[in-house]
């Protein structure tokens, strides 16, 4: 029997490791950044074009290498930062895999000068796709200059399935903002398709968060500082006032490196409890200084995850050194004692009194509902229960029912099941017979003969303007609502920056947005769907933040439509009049794809009389 198993060689060998190293420009970005903090460096220029697909350039003036360090850098292994298995257990570099340089090297066109300051020349290598065509000596500056072209050229597989170039170039901004707030000694610019984006001269923490996030963010920071004999803690928290709904700005740092962590994550969700609503997220940039020997953070090659010895006491330390700056800054919930704004009979707030009223209101209009629920139940339910047990029966009470729906294919079935058994048209829903009710403001439920049928209002409304506005940018149709007063927009650089990436798309939905300039932008108008009363400019920061998230969709068209949608719906938590659920009704039924929201979530579930027995153990 012949032998079949080989050595590979060491491009394939390459291109496999880059697999894991080199996943996205984004990632080149950040062994580049950290090879340049490595070297010494005190000035780093970061060059891309078209969100790094076609140039990745690193300058830096740092130590430089030599001539044979210049070839070595470029093998499997090969590095400067460790020389025994002991030095894994006290890593203070950013890198020491040796894996980076022969990973990019393997999948893309590389062009490095390098010089020592005591040379006096400097030496260029040029290499692709692992194999060498150039090595000799250059005139150069100090430090090194490191250019990377046609990220994987040869591999067009991977290529393929890049992201847009707004997607692309959030990453590579999230990865520039981790390295940067980390080395606030250092200066830093970025420049992009020729455009410098950001100019970081050496600071202290807060001056580069500021420089980074925006002026505004001065005001929302609490500074955070804690030293224990276990580890340093350190860095700024925002106020509870600025929590969001998605985690832009949580950062956390391990001996100045960023890592990920949802259980250290948790530690600091833990202590803003009962601070901020349940579906947002408090922003922070945190450091925290551990013995290297009790870390581990050769995990994987990104090296964003670390393994603690001590997790827990870690944990707890964490919330409260949180806890001690909230309290310390008196960010703790205070009651609003405002005599104007509370009605001087009850002691109650007119605006809380007004929902309660409103509240009430809606409240007899599901009553009636649940009463013709009831009727129908009790007209049918003794027919499926045995003779021995109608004297004892009673209409069951309605509760909340926690249900997996069904899949489309399902939806399909039971909506033709309902169809024959009703005789009625496809959404079953007549309005003039067929009562509607919300429950626990979340759900609509409509009794059919069958049983009944639950429809997410969330997911049912996201369906609905999701169809609307594709067709609305197919047909070009804006539809817009202008406001009062033009309303001004300061956004952060990386904000603006992506913003500009997906402006005339959100312009062509019924916005009218112009660049004002400055990272400034001015809302004329807002698509006819948005609330008056909603938050614009965090719309729109929500709104660049899913654009520029990967998202399986077959366009940009489709991923704007999606979002656009996902923003602007109704919430769960929205209490509908009568007339409100059964508009929200019949739209749904008029979309071509009533049962899945635009992100594949079941928007309809049936219960079937069937079930509904089996639930309370009936037997026919």
Known sequence: MSNIIQLLPDSIANQIAAGEVVQRPASAVKELLENAIDAGSSDIKLILKHAGKTLIQVIDNGNGMSEMDARMCFE?????K??????????RTMGFRGEAMASIAAIAQVDLITKEADSDLGTRIVIAGSKLSKQEPCQAVDGTNISIKNLFFNVPARRKFLKSEATEYKHILDEFHRIVLCYPEIKFSLFHNNNEIYHLPASNLRQRIVNVSGKPTNEKLVPLEQTTDILGISGFIMKPQFARKTRGDQYLFVNKRFIKSNYM????RFAFENLIPGDTHPGFFIYLQVDPSKIDVNVHPTKQEIKFEEERLIYNYIKVAVRHALGKHNL???LDFDASNYNAGTKTPLSQQRHQENYQRR?????????????GLIEIQPQDVGQGDQDNYSPPIPSRINRESADQSEFRTAHSRMDDESGQDSSLLDSQNTPLFQLHNRYILTPIKSGFILIDQKFAHERILFEEFLKRMKSKDRVSQQILFPQTIQFSKAQAEQFKHVQDQINSLGWEIEDFGNNSFIVHSIPQEMHKERDIKKTLEEIIEDLTTDKDVDSPEQALARTMAKQMSISRNKSLSIEEMQNLVDRLFACEHPYLSPSNKSVISTFTMEEIAQRFNIKK
């Not at 025994?84 to 890593?91: A, V």
Request: aromatic residues 8%; hydrophobic residues 30%.
């Open 332 to 334: 703790t919930p205070t």
């Open 82 to 91: 460790i020389k025994n298995s002991e030095d894994l257990f006290s890593i």
């Open 265 to 268: 994550n948790h530690a600091v």
């Open 363 to 375: 409240e007899k209009e599901n009553l009636k509902n649940w009463e013709s629920l009831y009727e």
């Open 76 to 80: 499997r292994h090969a590095t400067s």
